[in-house]
C-alpha cells in the first residue's frame, strides 16, 4: 500500500521568502512522486516528478523538489515566493507503469498564502 | 496545447437520480481515469480504464459507479442512483501509458446532489 503525508496544512510566507512545503511517502516500492498544484476554480497542474532519474528534479515555475530515500522524503521548495504562487499543492505518489499501478494516492495537500 | 475537457462543469442533482460526467482526454492518450474530491479533503482515485476495460478500481468504485469509452474520444463517469456523499469535484486524467508517464488532469466537474 501506498501513502503521502503533507505536514501542514497551511504555510504562510512573505513574498520573495523560501517556500518549503513538506511530503514524505510510503511505498512498497520504488515510488514514482508527483507535485500538483491547484488554483481556485481550476484543476491540477503538474509542478514536477521523480521516476528515479536525477533525486533533484526541477519543474516549473521556479519550483524543485529533492527525493530523500533514506528520509521517504520529497519536499519541494522554491527560493523566492511570489504573490501567485498562492495555491494549494498535492504531493502524490504511484507505483509507475513497470508494477501496473497507476493510481495516484495523494496526500492531504497544503494551502500557500503569500504575503506582501 | 492538448487538454483534457470535461462537461459539464457544474452539476445539480437530486438524490437518487442518475448521472454522467463527460471527458475527453487528450488523444494519443491510453490509459483514463477519474478521481474525486469532496469538498476540504483530499483527492481520491476512483478508477483506471484501458483498452475498453477496468485495469485498476478503488473501494470507492461500487456497483453504482460505470465508466464507458462510448466512442473515440469521450470518456464518461455514470452514478446510477446518487446519494449526498457523492457531491465532489470529479477529474478525469489521462496518460501515455509509456514509461515515466504523467498523468494529465481536466479541469473537474463539480457535483452536488441536493
Known sequence: AQSVTQLGSHVSVSEGALVLLRCNYSSSVPPYLFWYVQYPNQGLQLLLKYTSAATLVKGINGFEAEFKKSETSFHLTKPSAHMSDAAEYFCAVSGGGDTGRRALTFGSGTRLQVQP | ?114
Open chain 2, 1 to 114: 496545447e492538448p487538454e483534457v475537457t470535461q462537461t459539464p462543469s457544474h452539476q445539480v442533482t437530486q438524490m437518487g437520480q442518475e448521472v454522467i460526467l463527460r471527458c475527453v482526454p487528450i488523444s494519443n492518450h491510453l490509459y483514463f481515469y477519474w478521481y474525486r474530491q469532496i469538498l476540504g479533503q483530499k483527492v481520491e482515485f476512483l478508477v483506471s480504464f484501458y483498452n475498453n476495460e477496468i485495469s485498476e478500481k478503488s473501494e470507492i468504485f461500487d456497483d453504482q459507479f460505470s465508466v464507458e469509452r462510448p466512442d473515440g474520444s469521450n470518456f464518461t463517469l455514470k452514478i446510477r442512483s446518487t446519494k449526498l456523499e457523492d457531491s465532489a469535484m470529479y477529474f478525469c486524467a489521462s496518460s501515455t501509458g509509456q514509461g515515466r508517464e504523467t498523468q494529465y488532469f481536466g479541469p473537474g466537474t463539480r457535483l452536488l446532489v441536493l
